[in-house]
């Protein structure tokens, strides 16, 4: 008989010593939250996880969570080159190694006799990670830098999905979809639950709880259904911490965010047939506001709440290095990957970022928004 999801993503997690969670981009709060407690289950179960997330550190409303400083932005370091010598005959003295016009030579030297080419052999070791766990991504390509330059490691790697749109691909080995659940933190309580209650602790109650109430929006969002509600009322059965969760997703804010969300609002323009509203800021804004980059998920959210008629948000932005990058968030039915196509964008069908070269801010803007409409009117 065939084993049933639970028991499928049970054994897989046995299997495994080092899972890595990956967080897509785009994923937002819920995602990280998500990842985080789930980390914690893992841990208690004595695997040594690792969350990678394609945007890097966690949104600040999401700090309060424990470990979210160890995600990491980046996969590095997946194999070893391993040198293999046979000294059953002639024993090791001493090693070196040094730096030639970027070679390395390595020195051994025997303790009598010596080696020849036959004691050695060269090989590569299998991949750091044996198991990855895919949460709120679609498809691979939404795991933007972290698949396209390790797609080898995911190809050769069991792969479970979790999730809970339609658009899902199900791509994965396993695949907890579970398209009737409003955020992926309520799709890992039910998954948790169902293996077992009790690895569901006071902090992992918190971090599942966290990604329902920032997904809906405070349970304000259309995808809120019973079972929902019913979820959440485990999670505080549980322990979670829901006033701390409310007071740190929408009541706290720095004042350089609300600077920038001041010069954000300031340059906001709207096209009421399009239901589509944008802003821009300049690298002179986030100087002036004391801001920096990951302060942006916390405006385009000030942004949504300050035009609840719109479909479609679209935040452009200065880097450092003067290229321009657009942060898009659509509302169902309108795809947000879709809209912008072409674009090389990477996210979800909510939130997708992109960057666009060696163009002025203003430009950005006529040819992004301009495209962006042009696709709303198809």
């Given amino acids: 008989m065939a084993l049933k999801e639970s028991q499928q993503v049970l054994e ?50 999401v700090e309060f969570l424990k470990g979210h400083e160890q995600i990491q932005p980046r996969l590095e370091n997946m194999r070893q080159f391993v040198i293999e010598l046979d ?3 002639t024993k090791v003295d001493e090693l070196s190694y040094e730096m030639k016009n970027d070679k390395l030579f390595v020195y051994l030297s025997p303790k009598k006799g010596f080696w020849d080419q036959k004691d050695v052999r060269t090989s590569s070791s299998g991949y750091k990670f044996d198991l990855i766990i895919c949460i709120g991504s679609p ?26 749109t339609p658009e899902n691909e199900h791509y994965g080995q396993m695949n907890i979809v579970d398209m009737t659940a409003s955020a992926c933190g309520e799709v890992c309580h039910d998954l948790i639950d169902a293996i077992e209650p009790g690895l569901i602790d006071e902090e992992v109650a918190t971090a599942f709880l966290t990604g329902m109430i920032a997904k809906t929006k405070s349970f304000r969002s259309k995808a809120v259904t019973p079972k929902t509600l019913q979820t959440a009322s485990k999670l505080i059965a549980k322990g979670a911490k829901r006033d701390e969760i409310v007071q740190r997703l929408y009541r706290t804010r720095s004042v350089e965010t609300l600077r920038l969300w001041g010069r954000a609002l300031a340059r906001l323009k709207a096209d009421e047939e399009a239901k589509m509203v944008w802003t821009m800021l300049s690298q002179q804004d986030f100087m002036h506001a004391g801001s920096e980059e990951h302060d942006l998920p ?35 039915p309108l795809d947000a990957i879709a809209l912008c196509q072409g674009y090389n964008a990477a996210g979800t069908r909510e939130e997708i970022r992109l960057c666009l070269l060696n163009k002025t801010i203003i430009q950005v803007e006529k040819e992004l928004i301009g495209s962006i409409k042009a696709q709303i009117k198809k």
């Fill in 139 to 164: 498809d691979f390509e939404s795991c933007a830098h972290l698949y396209s330059e390790n797609p080898d490691f995911f190809f050769r790697t069991p792969v479970i999905n979790i999730d809970h």
């Fill in 87 to 89: 000294a059953s005959k």
């Fill in 298 to 332: 916390d405006v385009i959210d000030e942004l949504i709440a300050s035009s609840p008629q719109a479909k479609v948000v679209v935040l452009l932005y200065e880097m450092r290095d003067r290229n321009i990058c657009a942060i898009v968030r659509a509302e169902r």
């Fill in 12 to 61: 897989a997690i046995k299997r495994s010593s080092r899972p890595l969670l990956c967080v897509p981009s785009g994923g937002g709060a819920d995602a990280y939250a998500t990842a985080l407690g789930l980390s914690r289950v893992l841990t208690k179960l004595d695997k040594k996880p690792l969350i990678v997330a394609a945007d890097g550190k966690a949104p600040k409303n």
